[in-house]
């Protein structure tokens, strides 16, 4: 990591009493446990902290400390913003326009960051924004902060399975369970506490799936919404199940957020490029983990992304 950019931000805060941190709108463990980390260290260090998600954090984060000081909207000014786990400022809302960009700190790991920052340590080989904090505040942080932390790396690797958990991040993995994380009680709480009706709509998701050789596509419609009671919240971690079949290598989700809007998911095991894949449709994301949304109904999309992607 630069350590130059690290000085410089340590500088900024040091100068900076009113400070905004905030991430991406539809907030993963990532941009949960970044957010939060952050401003918790940063409250320790005596700072006015203003901590924003746009989107309310799926429940299964609601075990770490400092998640109920989080709004979902903030106005007016401050000394130092710091954006977290987002590759541009598009990916979020409810922050202050025109933010000086002298003011402005972009800390992430995907590779299709746009700089957006006046500092800017974008390091796409890291797992997870919570990751790149760790060698930012881990000597200077406690439990709830660590916490914090293990929560968003162990999301983003999908418990240590991605390809992107790496020998660097298992090794900050044990430094942090050596400072005292309890590693089986977060994961109980992150991957173990699905709702009812969370359950029942992965079962009538999983009924859509379809497989075209070695790809598989999933769909979660509002109507299964309405039957199981849950929210688009609700399907955050599912796109996943795309890619549990044997022989599949490319897993895509299609969510239908209004008769006019789909989102889709796509996961790879790493034989296909899907931030690449998303991009051609105004996304983005990582290698394996990336989506867009569409300005279309649920079938128009699921006809355009099949003309274009099946026959990859």
């Known amino acids: 990591m630069d350590k130059e950019s690290i000085a410089v931000i340590e500088q900024l805060i040091e100068n900076s009493d009113k400070i905004l941190v905030f991430a991406h709108k539809r907030p993963d463990g990532d941009a949960v446990g970044s957010v939060i980390a952050l401003s918790l260290f940063l409250e320790n260090a005596g700072k006015k902290v203003t901590s924003l998600l746009p989107d309310t954090p799926p429940p299964e984060y609601d075990f770490l400390k400092g998640i109920d000081g989080i709004v979902n909207k903030a106005k007016g000014e401050f000394d130092l913003y710091i954006s977290l786990d987002e590759a541009d400022l598009s990916r979020t809302y409810n922050i202050p326009e025109n933010i000086p960009k002298e003011k402005l700190i972009n800390i992430d790991h995907h590779k299709s960051n746009t700089y957006f920052g006046g500092v800017n340590i974008v390091l796409p080989s890291y797992s997870s924004t919570c990751e790149i904090l760790i060698e930012i505040i881990v000597e200077r ?37 050596e400072k005292g994380v309890n590693h089986a009680y977060i994961s109980q ?5 699905m709702t009812r009706g969370k359950i029942k709509l992965l079962s009538l998701a999983l009924e859509t799936l379809d497989f075209y050789g070695d790809k598989a596509i999933m769909t979660i419609s509002l109507d299964m919404l309405k039957k199981t009671g849950t929210t688009m919240k609700d399907t955050e971690s599912i796109t996943g199940y795309t890619l549990i079949t044997r022989g599949i290598e490319l897993g895509i989700l299609f969510r239908e957020e209004s008769k006019t809007r789909t989102r889709v998911s796509f996961r790879s095991k790493g034989k296909y490029d899907v931030d690449l894949i998303a991009r051609g449709f105004g996304g983005g994301g990582h290698k394996e983990a990336a989506g867009c949304t569409i300005d279309e109904n649920l079938h128009t ?6 003309e274009k992607v099946i026959d990859l």
Request: charged share 20%; hydrophobic share 45%; aromatic share 10%.
């Open 141 to 177: 942080g406690d439990t709830d902060i660590y916490n914090a932390l293990y929560t968003g790396m162990l999301t983003d690797t999908g418990g240590f399975k991605f390809a992107n958990t790496s020998v660097r991040t298992l090794k900050h993995a044990i430094e942090l369970i």
């Open 301 to 306: 999309t699921m006809k355009m992304i099949k």
């Open 189 to 193: 709480m992150v991957f173990m506490r």
